[in-house]
């Protein structure tokens, strides 16, 4: 049994004319990338708003810090207002986050991908825009909804009675400043997981959509790349590092950061599988016509055994192929476009070693 893993040897067949379905699927494949670039800035759009929001409503409530550069930017902030006392830094988050991503870019477009660059850039931007309008306009509503050291927060049925405002103010800036020193240990917990939650979310549907929210986000990509390093432990570590630098401020702070940081990878980790691997298993009449397209269309290779139709008693091969999770749709569609009776299996890998290709999302 022999192993191919690259097609840049495949042999020519002596004709350069391509089968007929693939010149008549060319418009399918501009509508489907078509397709695919608006889902693309949909879900980093849609996740960039969700995760600045909660950092800002959430995590900055709490006292908290998130990950990567937005926990350094909040880090930066933090100590700025705890030495100084100058509370109006706070509105700066959103720029400290647009600045410190900037050379962190260039590597993003160099080393992944620029279609992954592109819609980091839009997420950042979308960030420090919406960071610094909803730092600078809006108080947390989670300030007046949750249960702090004096009280109780307001109902849902409360937010229609005219009372309910979150403008920022001078009034609603000293609510929200004494919500966070009379805060319970049980709200500051509930304020954790939802953000945990939320922000985990947000980053997750970046990442889903071929960007990212920026930051060590980049390099976590670029090491999964070209290290094959597990997205989530590389994240792990730099967060925990960024915690662990927090206690400059509050030791209790970073109890409760753990227990977001879990929460956030938890969700990160569930919803962001683009980049673990597949095996997928072809069994066809069609050896040939498969091998070539699929040799032609991707950069990986693939194993090609022989097997008998136990009810059948036909020949048939077996195609062994490791794809990207990203990948996998497209080798399905292919597939069937060749063979509409191939039977197809699918299964989740946990490691590969060895001279394999990687791609990035593009």
Same mark, same amino acid.
């Given at each position: $049994?022999?192993?191919?893993?690259?097609?840049?040897?495949?042999? @020519?067949?002596?004709?350069?004319?391509?089968? @007929?379905?693939?010149?008549?699927?060319?418009?399918?494949?501009?509508?489907?990338?078509? +397709?695919?670039?608006?889902?693309?800035?949909?879900?980093?759009?849609?996740?960039?708003?969700?995760?600045?929001?909660?950092?800002?409503?959430?995590?900055?409530?709490?006292?908290?810090?998130?990950?990567? #550069?937005?926990?350094?930017?909040?880090?930066?902030?933090?100590?700025?207002?705890?030495?100084?006392?100058?509370?109006?830094?706070?509105?700066?988050?959103?720029?400290?986050?647009?600045?410190?991503?900037?050379?962190?870019?260039?590597?993003?477009?160099?080393?992944?991908?620029?279609?992954?660059?592109?819609?980091?850039?839009?997420?950042?931007?979308?960030?420090?825009?919406?960071?610094?309008?909803?730092?600078?306009?809006?108080?947390?509503?989670?300030?007046?909804?949750?249960?702090?050291?004096?009280?109780?927060? +307001?109902?849902?049925?409360?937010?229609?009675?005219?009372?309910?405002?979150?403008?920022?103010?001078?009034?609603?800036?000293?609510?929200?400043?004494?919500?966070?020193?009379?805060?319970?240990?049980?709200?500051?917990?509930?304020?954790?997981?939802?953000?945990?939650?939320?922000?985990?979310?947000?980053?997750?549907?970046?990442?889903?959509?071929?960007?990212?929210?920026?930051? $060590?986000?980049?390099?976590?990509?670029?090491?999964?790349?070209? +290290?094959?390093?597990?997205?989530?432990?590389?994240?792990?570590?730099?967060?925990?590092?960024?915690?662990?630098?927090?206690?400059?401020?509050? #030791?209790? @702070?970073?109890?409760?950061?753990?227990?977001?940081?879990?929460?956030? $990878?938890?969700?990160?980790?569930? $919803?962001?599988?683009?980049?673990?691997?597949?095996?997928?298993?072809?069994?066809?009449? +069609?050896?040939?016509?498969?091998?070539?397209?699929?040799?032609?269309?991707?950069?990986?290779?693939?194993?090609?055994?022989?097997?008998?139709?136990?009810?059948? @008693?036909?020949?048939?091969?077996?195609?062994?192929?490791?794809?990207?999770?990203?990948?996998?749709?497209?080798?399905?569609?292919?597939?069937?476009? #060749?063979?509409?009776?191939?039977?197809?299996?699918?299964?989740?890998?946990?490691?590969?070693?060895?001279?394999?290709?990687?791609?990035?999302?593009?």
């Amino acid at each position: $049994m022999e192993t191919e893993q690259s097609h840049n040897d495949s042999p @020519n067949h002596g004709s350069s004319k391509k089968p @007929n379905y693939i010149f008549s699927n060319v418009n399918i494949e501009q509508n489907k990338s078509t +397709k695919h670039m608006c889902k693309a800035i949909f879900l980093v759009s849609l996740g960039s708003i969700i995760y600045s929001f909660g950092v800002v409503w959430l995590l900055q409530l709490g006292g908290f810090f998130s990950g990567g #550069v937005t926990g350094l930017s909040q880090l930066i902030v933090g100590i700025v207002e705890h030495f100084t006392g100058n509370t109006t830094i706070r509105g700066y988050i959103g720029l400290f986050v647009g600045l410190i991503n900037i050379p962190l870019l260039l590597i993003g477009w160099r080393g992944v991908s620029k279609h992954f660059a592109l819609l980091t850039v839009l997420s950042i931007a979308l960030q420090t825009i919406l960071m610094s309008i909803i730092s600078n306009l809006t108080i947390s509503p989670f300030a007046l909804l949750l249960k702090d050291g004096e009280g109780v927060g +307001k109902g849902i049925v409360e937010l229609f009675d005219g009372s309910f405002n979150i403008a920022h103010n001078s009034a609603n800036f000293m609510l929200e400043t004494d919500f966070m020193q009379s805060m319970l240990p049980g709200t500051r917990l509930l304020l954790a997981i939802i953000g945990g939650l939320v922000t985990g979310y947000g980053a997750a549907l970046c990442l889903m959509g071929g960007g990212s929210t920026g930051g $060590m986000d980049i390099i976590s990509n670029y090491l999964v790349m070209k +290290k094959r390093i597990s997205f989530t432990k590389y994240q792990f570590i730099v967060d925990f590092t960024i915690i662990g630098l927090s206690s400059l401020i509050s #030791v209790e @702070n970073v109890l409760f950061t753990v227990v977001r940081l879990i929460v956030y $990878m938890k969700v990160l980790q569930a $919803m962001y599988q683009t980049y673990q691997m597949t095996r997928i298993e072809i069994i066809t009449d +069609k050896e040939e016509e498969l091998k070539k397209v699929l040799l032609e269309k991707f950069k990986h290779g693939m194993t090609i055994y022989d097997a008998i139709g136990g009810y059948t @008693n036909r020949d048939k091969k077996v195609f062994e192929i490791y794809a990207i999770n990203f990948e996998v749709p497209e080798y399905l569609a292919l597939v069937h476009t #060749v063979d509409p009776k191939a039977f197809i299996i699918t299964t989740k890998v946990k490691m590969i070693s060895g001279n394999y290709v990687q791609r990035s999302v593009v």
